[in-house]
Structures are given as structure tokens and as C-alpha cells.
């Protein structure tokens, strides 16, 4: 049949042609430089009929003047060494496998290590990379190989030692890295419990993202190098501390002097000692002057050999609060009201004759009852970090004065915001809506009283029981602080507590303002309601990614928080924004640069007074010249 | 001629395109002011007004002989005492903290003041509710406690819109006896309402009567009778030979038992008949005279000529 024997013809020159490959194959595996093996102990496999990798288990192999093309796995207890060998892969490392890399042997590619590893690698270079991870251990020896980065990650333990690479990168959680006469970029993004020595060592780019500055690896010598430790504070006195390890100003038991330089005068001797190579120091360093401050620490010891490691320290100063001024401000206001009420009186002898006083008087006595709760509930963040900072303080020992402005700067930004939207709707939201709704103010207004009379009587009682408020916050908080703080801090707490009172001060009166407006324009209640809440709670997320859409921040300024934040930043803790930041947040997020808006507090006090001014001109006059009913 | 407490000239008040009060001409001398108009006619935009709670649109207010608008306009408040159609008072507040508040809107002396509030208190009948909530009152308290606040400056001129509209009938004429009484201490009242008996039990003095924003019709109740009612004339004995000479030329003849009467515009024609008939057949004529309207025939009077002449100067179709 002529199909069957066609069939047959095909298989028969298929299976002629599969066996030829095969064959051609053995030949080219005979002649890979693999073939050659020095030792009969290590046990070869090949996961591929190509040899694209080779895996060694068990035992030790010695490969010398060879050059290897494929990608190389050691694992299981193989201990392979590479004597002036060239490889053009790259290497892996699992379950206890050791690699050496010795005399002029070099890899393009990249080495890996994991699970309880080592490497050694003598007069070497790496093309690509060295990922050190879990237990491993890896050494380089005089190894020059410039274009080498290392990354150590988990807990493995490097040394590097007179050689040259490229930038070590951290990211352990623990172990150790040594780092001696050496010359490599080094950037420790790990967390503190993975430590890194370094001595002597040429270190071009330092960067320590660690953790902020607590400690000084040192004294070491980082020649060529500024070490610039970005750190800022608004303490006058820091505790400096450092460490020293490895250094070789030491050898055993020595006495060792510390030299403390600030800002190039000397500022204190202390004597210190060491045990065989480690020691350590602190002194406290207090700061007569704010601004960048040059701290070096040069360590001598019996030998003369000194050493010095030098940091950089920012000392920022927060404006005080001008109580003088506030005083002045306070009689200057005092004077005016109390004339203001000598002229009514007087006035009201020649028989003019104002109802203010008589619905302030009112209002007064209709909102008691919300004015006590209002007046508590204000004194509650201060009596809630009075708990916080007492736990802080008892769980660390103490609280910093940063720590403190930090908190109270997020604390009073975000209740003083909500409260006084919350204040304001409660309290003057029905103003003049609800009388007008009802009826109530048609009838009133039939009496001997101006439209103005009405709508101020009422006003200048928000205004006290604003003043009232903050009185209450502002105390709290300096009652409920003050026992934390070191007596040299004393002022700054005083200076923080009428800084919070100012704060809501100049922005709960606008935000009120607003609210009144709405109240007076609006003839429904619900209106008069939600307008204001919209504006003030939906407006600020909105406004917040509008700079993505106009590529600067000045939509901020439609929004109250921005004020709030800004004002907080400037004069309590430069901690940034909640609600003010999200945009240029996500325009570094997405690339886009923002150009940021920097008001000074005059400017903002200015905004927000033109705000209050104009809010309640507007309600005056239209309350003055529209129907009642 | 008397000076009028109120005058309007040309008042209108025009809410987006209804026009709510028309070229109103009040003028409003002593006594009660029955300001008489069904729902919606425009008498507490009148009010609102005068009280000074809406803008006219066009025209102007004196009271007192006095522009509302002028500078001096609080002196003018001090004479006016004003009960809204709903008591919406600070409810919150209790009776005599009410009157406490609007008494010293008013810069009355403490212990005047205190006094006044005893004497209105007693007077409007809340003696025993003087410490009570007004949220808690009834409406015929509401309404008392109205009385009271207006009375507090012991005002010139009383402006009371439907006063008596949420009280029961004992209330009513207690309250009707109180503007009596008021009227006799020589106030001015301008009563508005709906409800025409009581003005009439009032004893109004003068009656305006406003429909559409227009005042249709303005004066004594015995002008409006001369205007309204001189038509009528009843005729007594109801004899078939009085009907019979008078029906071919008067428009319309009720009968009442022993009695006629018949509407007509030449009341000489109609006397002049009707001797002749009772001297040719002998018939002793026991009544002939004109009739009065009751208020309510008037109001109801006027309304109508309102509308007829509306309907007579509306254009053809």
C-alpha cells in the first residue's frame, strides 16, 4: 500500500537525522573547557545538553586558566576555586557552597550568594554585581574593580579590604560590614541593627539614610571626604555620642583624649579609653548661636595618632512669641472697647441710643450652655498631650523639644481646623437664617434696634467666645506640657502656647466670617449649612491636586487648611502639611515640578484679615439693604 | 382735619414678577384701622413695610408724618408696637424674659421696665406664666404674649396682623376688648385680618379693603354704606300693588314676610310711587327707609365690583 511505505520512509530519514545531531553534540560537549576536571571529588552535572550552566555539589574543584562560558551554580558544600580563569556568567551560590575568585581571575557577569555562603575574592574584578544576601559571607582582598557594585541585604557579613569598587549599598537588618583602607561610595539604607565600620578608607560619596543622626561612626578617617550629616533641630543642646571600632589609633588598653571643635574653637577635652580596638564617647554640646553648626571630634591617642571625624549639625530657631507686642495689642483693643462702650453711654445721654450691648448681652446669655462645652472641649488636645507626652516621658525618659513641636504642630493644625469648622457652623451657621426663616427677625427688627446692631451684636460674641476658646487651648496645652521640658525650654512652651493661640485667632475668626456670610445671604437653612461645610471641608483635597493641572501652588490659597499648615510650620514645627502638601507630593511622584508658594505670616495674617473684613462688610450691607422676610 | 398716623403714597412691592402690593394710598388717622383683604391680597407685605422688614419696591411710608427712611427712623420705631400673623418670638426666652429683652431694645429704665412688665403681664392674663418657656405656650398664650411685647413701649400706633386668627372665640373677644380698651387710652390701631365680624364687633372707624394689591375701597363703614348700600330700600307692609308700580324700574325685590326690599338707583322715584299707590288705595305704610350693609356684605360687595370691573376693563377677545 503506497501510504504505508511513504510513512516508513519519512520515519527512517527522521531517526538518521536525530541520531547525526546527537552525535554532533557529544563532539562539541568533548571539547567544552568544562571537559577537564582537576580533581575526581566534585561530582559534575549538566542541567542542559548545552552546558549553558554548570552546577558542582559536594567536594572541591580547582579550575586554572580556563575561560567559561556559562553560568556557574555551586551549592551543596562544593568548594570551587578559580585560579586565573575568565568567566563570562554568572555565578550562584546556595546551601553552604563556596566560591573563590583568586590571582587575575575575573567574572563579566554577576556573583549571588544565599543560605550560609562564602566567597572569597584575591586579586580579582566583577563586571557586574555582588548580591550578598541571607547568612553569607564574602570577602574582597585587594580587589580593584572599579565597576563592581555591591548589595548587601538580610544579615550577611562583608568585609572589604584594600580594595576599590564601584558603591556599596546597604540594606541589611543585621550582620556586619567592615570597611577598611578601601576607596567606594558607600549608602547605608539599611536599618541601625546591620552596622558598618569604616577605617581608613576613601569614601567620595557618604550617604547615611538610616536613621537620623544619634551617633557618629568614628572617629575613622574618611580622607577626601565632607561628612555631612543632614540633621536639624531646634534643641540648643544636643548629647553627642560616638562609637569608634577597628580604628587603628588604637592598640590594646590605651587612654585616648576627644577633641571637640565647634565650629573651629575648641570646645571641650574629655578623656576617654578604649579596650584593645573599640571606644566610645558623648558630651553634651550646647549651641549659643542657631544655623549650621561644624562639630569635629578629633580623637588622639597615647601614640599621638589622631583622628578626626566631623558632623554637621543644623540649629534651627523658631520665632519667639512676641508678647510684648501681644500685650501692647491687647491694651490697644482693650482701650478701644472700653471707649467704645463710654461713648454708647455717653451718646446715649444725648439720646442716641444703640441696642448693641442688648443683643450682645442676649446671644451672650442664649449661648452659654454651648460656650462651656465649647471652652472644655477646647482645653482637650492639651489635656491629651499632657497623657502623651507623661507616657513618652516615662516609657524613654525624656521628650525632646522637637518631639514636642512636632506633636503639638500636628496635633493643634488638625483641631484647630476642625474645631473651628465645627465652632462655626454650631455656632454661626443659624445667625441670621435661622430668624429670617422663622419670622423671628421680621419682628425684631420692627423694635428700635439697626440692622447692623443685629448682625454685630451677634458677631462680637463669636468673636469673644473665639477668644474665649483659644484662651482655654492655649493654657491646656502650656499646663499640660510644661512638666516635660527642661527648664531651659520653658519658653518655647510659652512661645508655642501663644503661637496657638494666635493661630486660631486669625483663623477661626475668618473661617466664622464665612460661615456668617453664608448665614446672612442664604434664605435657606440648609444652604446657609452646607455651602459653608463644602467650602471648607471639600475644597481643600480639591485645591491640593490642582497644582498637578497648573504646575504651581497657588490654588492653595483658596484653601483654608494651607493657611492653618502654613502658619503651624512657621512658627511651631516645619513638620509640612496634611492637606497643602498633597500636590506637590504627587507631582514629584508623577515628575512634574511645582513651583511652591511661600507666604510669611504677615502676608497670611493680611489675607485672612481682608477675608474676615470683606465676609462681613458683605453680610453688613446685605442685611442692611435686602427684605428680612 | 386730622393728621394721619400712617400715609402711603404710591406703595408697591413687586416680589419677582408677582406684584404683591399695587400703588397702595393709605391713610390712617385714629382709632382702629380695619385693613380687611382675603389670603394673599397683600396686607402683611403692607405690614412688613410699614414695620419696615421689606423694601418698598416703589412709593413711600410716613408715620407720624415722618419717612420711614429718614435717619431718624429708630425714633419713629419707639411709637409702633407690631404682633406678627405668627408669634415666632425667641421661644427659647420666658415671658418676662421676652419682655426683659425687647423692654430694654427700648432703654427703658430698669424698674419702669420691671413695672410694665407686671402691668402687661396681668393684663394680657400671664401673670401665672410669666417664668414659662414660650416654646411651651399655646398659640392663644403666643398671641397674648404678642400683645404684651407690642405694648411694652406703650406705642403710638399698633400694627396687629391677624391677631386673632389662632385664638377661640372666648379669645377673641377678650382680645376685642382689650383693642377697645386700647382705643380708649387713644392708640392707633391698624388691624389686619381676613375674619370680618370682629372688626365689626370692634367697632372699626375706618375700614380699607385691599384685593390683588390694589385698596379697593377705603373709608368709615357708613361712608361704604352710602357708597354700597344706598341702593337699598326696605318697604313695609310687603302690599302686591307696592311690587307690582315698582318692578318695571328697580332691579331687584326681596321679600321678607311684612317686609320688601328692593334695589335702585333713584330711591325719589321709588318714595314717590309708593306714596301715591298708599294714598289712592289706602294703605298704611309702616316702614320706608334705606338699609345698611353688614361688613361682610360690603367686603363681599366690594370684591365683586372689583372683579366686574376687572372682567370690564380685561381686553376682548
Redesign the interface.
Known amino acids: 500500500m503506497p501510504p504505508k511505505n511513504r510513512i516508513a520512509k519519512i520515519n527512517f530519514k527522521f531517526l538518521s537525522g536525530f541520531f547525526v545531531i546527537l552525535f554532533l553534540l557529544y563532539l562539541a560537549m568533548q571539547n567544552s573547557p568544562l571537559s577537564s576536571k582537576s580533581t575526581s571529588l566534585c561530582t559534575e552535572s549538566t542541567s542542559q545538553p548545552f552546558h549553558t550552566s554548570v552546577t558542582y555539589e559536594f567536594g572541591t574543584i580547582v579550575i586554572e586558566n580556563q575561560t567559561i562560558y556559562d553560568d556557574i551554580l555551586i551549592k551543596s558544600y562544593a568548594n570551587v576555586t578559580f585560579i586565573n580563569s575568565t568567566i563570562h556568567g554568572n555565578i550562584y551560590l546556595f546551601n553552604f557552597g563556596c566560591l573563590n575568585l583568586a590571582q587575575g581571575s575575573n567574572i563579566t557577569g554577576d556573583i549571588v550568594t544565599s543560605d550560609y555562603t562564602t566567597i572569597y575574592l584575591t586579586n580579582s574584578t566583577v563586571g557586574g554585581r555582588i548580591e550578598c544576601r541571607d547568612s553569607s559571607v564574602v570577602k574582597l582582598l585587594s580587589c580593584s574593580t572599579p565597576d563592581t557594585f555591591i548589595w548587601k541585604f538580610d544579615s550577611a557579613n562583608l568585609t572589604i579590604e584594600n580594595s576599590s569598587i564601584a558603591l556599596f549599598n546597604e540594606f541589611g537588618s543585621a550582620g556586619q560590614t567592615s570597611i577598611i583602607h578601601s576607596q567606594l561610595n558607600v549608602s547605608l539604607n539599611g536599618v541601625s541593627s546591620s552596622q558598618v565600620f569604616i577605617n581608613q578608607s576613601i569614601i567620595p560619596s557618604f550617604i547615611d539614610l538610616k536613621m537620623p543622626f544619634v551617633a557618629i561612626t568614628g572617629p575613622s578617617r574618611f580622607n577626601l571626604m565632607t561628612f555631612n550629616v543632614s540633621y536639624s533641630t531646634s534643641a540648643r543642646s544636643i548629647n553627642l555620642t560616638w562609637q569608634g571600632w577597628d580604628s587603628p589609633i588604637i592598640d590594646g588598653y590605651l587612654n585616648i583624649t576627644f577633641q571637640i571643635f565647634v565650629n573651629g574653637q575648641f570646645y571641650a577635652d574629655i578623656n576617654g579609653s578604649g579596650f584593645f580596638n573599640q571606644y566610645s564617647g558623648f558630651y553634651i554640646i550646647n549651641f549659643t548661636s542657631t544655623g549650621t553648626q561644624n562639630i569635629s571630634i578629633t580623637a588622639i591617642d597615647g601614640n599621638g595618632n589622631n583622628y578626626t571625624t566631623m558632623v554637621s549639625i543644623t540649629i534651627i530657631e523658631y520665632p519667639s512669641f512676641p508678647w510684648s507686642i501681644f500685650w501692647i495689642v491687647v491694651a490697644i483693643l482693650s482701650s478701644i472697647i472700653v471707649t467704645a462702650i463710654v461713648y454708647l453711654h455717653y451718646q446715649e445721654k444725648r439720646g442716641y441710643h444703640s441696642s448693641l450691648g442688648t443683643i450682645f448681652k442676649k446671644e451672650l446669655a442664649e449661648n452659654k450652655i454651648k460656650l462651656i462645652i465649647f471652652v472644655a472641649i477646647a482645653a482637650a488636645p492639651g489635656i491629651i498631650l499632657f497623657f502623651i507626652f507623661g507616657a513618652i516621658t516615662h516609657i524613654v525618659g525624656s521628650i525632646s523639644i522637637d518631639n514636642i513641636r512636632g506633636l503639638v504642630s500636628l496635633v493643634f493644625t488638625l483641631f484647630l481646623y476642625y474645631f473651628g469648622l465645627v465652632f462655626s457652623i454650631v455656632f454661626a451657621a443659624n445667625a441670621v437664617v435661622r430668624e429670617r426663616r422663622s419670622g423671628t427677625l421680621s419682628w425684631f427688627l420692627s423694635k428700635p434696634v439697626r440692622r447692623w446692631e443685629f448682625l454685630w451684636g451677634k458677631i462680637l460674641v463669636y468673636f469673644l467666645v473665639i477668644i474665649l476658646i483659644m484662651i482655654s487651648t492655649s493654657v491646656a496645652f502650656i499646663i499640660g506640657s510644661i512638666s516635660f521640658v527642661d527648664p531651659a525650654y520653658y519658653s518655647d512652651i510659652l512661645s508655642m502656647g501663644g503661637y496657638i493661640f494666635l493661630i486660631g485667632i486669625v483663623s477661626i475668626i475668618p473661617l466664622t466670617s464665612i460661615v456668617i456670610l453664608c448665614s446672612s445671604i442664604f434664605k435657606k437653612y440648609g444652604l446657609a449649612i452646607f455651602v459653608p461645610i463644602m467650602l471648607l471641608i471639600a475644597i481643600p483635597p480639591i485645591v491640593s491636586f490642582l497644582p498637578l493641572v497648573t504646575k504651581n501652588e497657588y490654588p492653595l490659597l483658596l484653601s483654608f487648611t494651607y493657611y492653618f499648615e502654613s502658619l503651624g510650620n512657621q512658627w511651631i514645627y516645619n513638620g509640612g502639611g496634611l492637606f497643602g502638601s498633597i500636590g506637590s507630593s504627587y507631582g514629584e511622584m508623577f515628575g512634574i515640578t511645582i513651583t511652591e508658594i511661600s507666604l510669611t505670616p504677615i502676608q497670611i495674617v493680611l489675607i485672612l484679615s481682608s477675608i474676615t473684613i470683606i465676609c462681613l462688610a458683605i453680610a453688613t450691607y446685605y442685611l442692611e439693604k435686602t427684605d428680612v422676610a | 382735619m386730622k393728621e394721619p398716623i400712617i400715609q402711603t403714597y404710591e406703595l408697591t412691592k413687586v416680589f419677582k414678577r408677582t406684584v404683591a402690593v399695587n400703588n397702595l394710598n393709605l391713610r390712617v388717622t385714629s382709632g382702629i384701622y380695619g385693613f380687611l383683604g382675603p389670603n394673599g391680597a397683600g396686607k402683611t407685605t403692607t405690614i412688613?413695610m410699614l414695620?419696615?422688614?421689606?423694601?418698598p419696591t416703589a412709593g413711600r411710608i410716613e408715620l407720624f408724618g415722618q419717612d420711614i427712611r429718614s435717619r431718624d427712623s429708630?425714633?419713629l420705631?419707639?411709637k409702633?408696637g407690631?404682633v406678627?400673623e405668627?408669634p415666632?418670638?425667641?421661644l427659647?426666652m420666658t415671658a418676662e424674659g421676652l419682655l426683659e429683652?425687647?423692654g430694654?431694645?427700648?432703654?427703658l429704665p430698669k424698674l419702669e421696665l420691671k413695672q410694665k412688665i407686671t402691668e402687661l403681664l396681668k393684663l394680657v392674663n400671664l401673670t401665672e406664666a410669666r417664668n414659662r418657656v414660650i416654646l411651651k405656650f399655646s398659640a392663644g398664650m403666643k398671641q397674648r404674649i404678642g400683645i404684651a411685647q407690642a405694648l411694652i413701649n406703650d406705642p403710638d400706633l399698633l400694627?396687629l396682623d391677624e391677631i386673632t386668627s389662632n385664638l377661640d372665640p372666648l379669645g377673641r373677644n377678650q382680645m376685642i376688648t382689650l383693642l377697645q380698651d386700647l382705643r380708649q387710652e387713644g392708640k392707633t390701631m391698624f388691624v389686619s385680618t381676613h375674619i370680618l365680624p370682629e372688626v365689626q364687633k370692634m367697632h372699626a372707624d375706618s375700614i380699607g379693603i385691599i384685593d390683588h394689591g390694589h385698596l379697593i375701597m377705603e373709608g368709615t363703614i357708613d361712608e361704604l354704606n352710602k357708597k354700597l348700600g344706598g341702593k337699598l330700600v326696605r318697604i313695609s307692609p310687603n302690599h302686591p300693588l307696592f311690587r307690582k308700580a315698582l318692578s318695571p324700574f328697580v332691579s331687584n325685590i326681596t321679600e321678607e314676610l311684612d317686609t320688601f326690599i328692593v334695589e335702585t338707583d333713584n330711591k325719589d322715584r321709588v318714595w314717590q310711587t309708593i306714596a301715591e299707590i298708599s294714598l289712592q288705595h289706602h294703605i298704611t305704610l309702616t316702614e320706608f327707609r334705606s338699609t345698611g350693609l353688614e361688613i361682610e356684605q360690603i367686603f363681599m360687595e366690594a370684591i365683586d365690583r372689583e372683579k366686574t370691573q376687572e372682567v370690564s376693563y380685561a381686553p376682548k377677545k
Request: hydrophobic residues 35%.
Open positions: 412688613k414695620v419696615g422688614s421689606l423694601f429708630i425714633n420705631r419707639k409702633i407690631y406678627p405668627h415666632t418670638y425667641f427659647g429683652y425687647v430694654s431694645t427700648f432703654h400694627i
